[in-house]
């Protein structure tokens, strides 16, 4: 396989993203980022305005999963932060609604089954916002399934699944492209860099001290809204000698989110640390791995990746439990926000959640009316997009 270059990456990262896009109107939803913001720019939109809160901004299910803390310990949280932006809490429910809505067309459940779904993702939410911000113990059997399965994994697991391979080297071939001269010695930069050594030697346990060497280093081919930014991989070798051990380090370029933002509370201008700070508020766990640098002037969030983090893939629901998952999910969503709000803020926005409610359906008519519209206008640029690309 003849390999490109860093100068042919451009091109072929395009062509991957229109065919990737192509292959289903789920895929198409979740990689059509700016065509949801686009949506929620336009005139007439009538949705409520809560608390001004750090968002996820980008908050489709595929954006969920477990993460681990520095100790190990796991739970679902919002694993997927480059658009966060401090903004209005409602993009974010309707963002989830309409992914699970998408899904749900997708696995030909009945349309009574989106209108559930969509009632559930309301009730999950605010109950969420109601109790006190700690995960849920009540979980659907998909979630305790993924959850054991995170838990279970090691290095051995990783190695395998990120870079196919357990010695010490980033193996080339479809998943990772050759960097340039200026791309490895970035990398190795900021990787001696005082914050983000600290971030590497912070978990475990480890040293302070510790020697960190660059093993290797790779351009990593993935994602799908993403395909095309600046992506490396980087094996690390902490410590020396017998006791030294790996550690994967995911490097990304940072752009400037497309996410609407309130104008009542500033955030961070440099989008790494924008990245690095929604990440704190949001989902802690993944937030105390993280941390913000530059490689060829160019900002980048950093993070290790560990064993446990994992992306919550679905492939087929039945449509119980697809209402059932819809609740918990929105359950980590409204957690996330209502961690960052006052007792009166939260009430407050219980309260404006709780109403515009019709005799038919259980559930806000302005986010049933967005999960509509959202779904026409996409499946429609679906269609067209792969009558141009696939």
Known sequence: MKLPTPDERADLLKDRQRRKMARSAQTYVRGATVRFYDWLSQDGRELPEGPPVWICGDCHYGNLGPVANAKGEVAIQIRDLDQTVVGNPAHDLIRLAFSLASAARGFDLPGVTTARLVEQAVEGYLAALAAEPSEASDKPPLIRGLLRESRQRSWRHLARERIKDLEPSIPLGKRFWPLSKDEHGALRDLIADADIRELITSLHSRPSDAEIKLVDAAYWVKGCSSLGLMRFAVLVEIGGGKTGE?????????????????????????????????????????????????????????????????????????????????????????????????????????????????????????????????????????????????
């Open 246 to 390: 790996l550690s994967l380090i995911d490097v990304k370029e940072a752009t400037r989110a497309r996410a609407p933002r309130s104008a009542d509370r500033p955030t961070p201008r440099d989008n790494g640390e924008r990245v690095v700070e929604g990440a704190r508020h949001l989902a802690p766990y993944l937030g105390q791995r993280m941390c913000a640098g530059r490689v060829l002037d160019r900002p980048v969030f950093v993070r290790e990746l560990l064993p446990q983090d994992l992306k919550l893939e679905i492939d087929a629901l039945e449509p119980d439990e697809a209402v059932t998952v819809a609740g918990f999910l929105a359950g980590v969503v409204g957690r996330a926000h209502g961690r960052q709000m006052s007792a009166v803020d939260r009430k407050a926005w219980v309260k404006t959640l709780g109403e515009g409610r019709s005799k038919t359906l259980d559930a806000p008519s302005w986010l049933w009316r967005s999960v509509v519209d959202l779904m026409g206008s996409h499946e429609a640029a679906y269609l067209d997009h792969c009558r141009q690309f696939a």
